[in-house]
């Protein structure tokens, strides 16, 4: 990757920090309060134990929560780039993971908690699409 690839990169994440930014001032809304009280429930999240985990270790702290879900979406967006880098032009992977991260769809899934589940399950996916289609097994086997 040449260095203006690099900044564009670097200028789409931090447009897309931007974006994000307002969501950590807004601290638990409705949907967060209902999937919480979920989780404390003795059968619920079983299945989802790094969603539970990641969940717990920022319960008391909204703006942290938040801060987790946007990180995780950014690393995804990167990961999508470096994915399609394998088959395409780097601008055009620049643009697939650019429409990743500002895609509407995505909104729910990076300023909810209850989205974490998809962030994570996402990031295994592209972990083990990524591994896979360079042959880094290791990689792989952590996505999975």
Known sequence: MDRRSFLAVIGVLLVTMLVYLPALDVG??????????????????QGRPLTV???RLTEDRPVLAHAVSICVHLVN?????AVAATAMPVTVAIASGTV????P???????Y???RSDLLVTMGLLLTLMGSLRSWWLVMVAGL
């Open 113 to 115: 908690l209850n989205g």
């Open 105 to 111: 769809l995505n909104v729910e899934a990076a300023t």
């Open 53 to 55: 985990w990641s969940q």
């Open 28 to 45: 638990y809304v409705y949907e967060d309060e209902v999937w919480q009280s979920r989780l404390s429930l003795t059968q619920a999240g």
């Open 100 to 103: 990743f991260l500002w895609h």
């Open 77 to 81: 967006g990167v990961l999508v780039m």
